[in-house]
């Protein structure tokens, strides 16, 4: 709508280029660089240049990047977790991984190329011991790539390698995974993702899981204190005293109940119309037992939810997907 807009009165605005240049350095750059601080905390603290780079990155990019979920934003968010750590030699590689995301020929390709190039000369100019380790930096792996590794870790069983998010974070929980799977397969303790891993990778079964893990009840993880159970056990609990059962519900005991209940409600009808008692005064009576009964299926419903919690998290360790 602002390109056609700005189309359609070329011609007929003028905007003295004093004039532009006052509300960009005085409107534009102080709102934007305020917004690139929330998303990336310790940007405004950086050296001239790599701090422009930034601003550059958060202006064209949106700076909600630096916090936007997929791999589209891996580069982005593991630029803010640098920053955050003062691990600046890192940035110019990410900078360029993100290139991967036009063609050679794009403007927005060679940009990349450029503002890379400025954060390095900043960190010579500010931030010189992060600049004297710019050679020793491996190149920013591919978050796609990352991607695949993340995603057959866990259709090994590998499952501790954390979210399916295009990042390989030093000493985080991918890299514990893949070094974990280098161990297990007799190669070279790196974490890095290399043609010898893929290989592997593509050729290896699934984590065995043993007998005992894979026949385990509810029961076992309640004896081995596992928190999740023993919160779906207060909640059962509570729901119980709800519905003024017990923590022990199956699917017929549910049916059961809302027969009981159901029952209880025609019976309290049929029981105060012979009374003679009047119409709104029965209304009333009747009105109460249904808000009884909704209390109580409430309580049924969070004993459900409860249940149903308890389940997967029991499935979830038989297979190996939580300790």
């Avoid at 280029?17 to 102080?30: G, K, M, R």
């Avoid at 009333?284 to 939810?305: E, F, P, Q």
Wanted: net charge neutral; proline share 6%; charged share 25%.
């Amino acid at each position: 709508m602002g390109t056609s807009y700005s189309r359609a009165t070329r011609g007929q605005v003028d905007i003295p280029w004093d004039v532009a240049l006052d509300v960009f350095c005085n409107h534009d750059l102080p709102r934007f660089l305020a917004i690139l601080e929330h998303y990336c905390p310790g940007a405004g603290a950086l050296g001239p240049d790599c701090k422009g780079v930034l601003w550059s990155i958060a202006f064209n990019r949106d700076a909600a990047g630096f916090v936007k979920a997929g791999p589209r934003y891996a580069e982005m968010r593991e630029i803010r977790a640098c920053v955050a750590s003062g691990d600046l030699a890192r940035i110019p590689g990410l900078i360029r991984s993100m290139q991967r995301l036009w063609p050679r020929t794009s403007g927005l390709y060679a940009r990349r190329e450029t503002e890379a190039r400025l954060f390095e000369k900043g960190l010579a100019a500010h931030h010189p011991e992060e600049h004297a380790r710019l050679e020793a930096v491996p190149p920013a792996p591919d978050p796609d790539l990352v991607v695949q590794v993340q995603t057959r870790l866990r259709e090994l069983g590998y499952y501790d390698t954390g979210a399916v998010d295009g990042q390989l974070v030093p000493k985080g929980r991918t890299e514990a995974a893949i070094l974990a799977f280098r161990h297990e397969h007799d190669l070279p303790l790196k974490p890095a993702i290399d043609d010898d891993l893929l290989a592997a990778m593509a050729r290896a079964e699934p984590r065995q899981v043993s007998e005992i893990r894979a026949s385990a009840t509810t029961q076992d993880l309640r004896e081995q204190g596992v928190q999740t159970i023993a919160i779906t056990d207060q909640i059962k609990g509570w729901a119980g005293k709800l519905f003024g059962g017990s923590s022990v519900l199956g699917g017929g005991g549910v049916l059961a109940w809302l027969t009981d209940k159901a029952t209880a409600v025609s019976s309290a009808r049929d029981a105060v119309g012979g009374l003679g008692i009047p119409p709104a005064a029965i209304a009333w009576l009747l009105a109460g037992v249904v808000v009884l009964a909704i209390v109580a299926g409430l309580g049924v419903l969070i004993w459900v939810v409860a249940h149903k919690i308890e389940i997967k998290r029991v499935a979830d360790y038989r297979t190996g997907k939580n300790t």
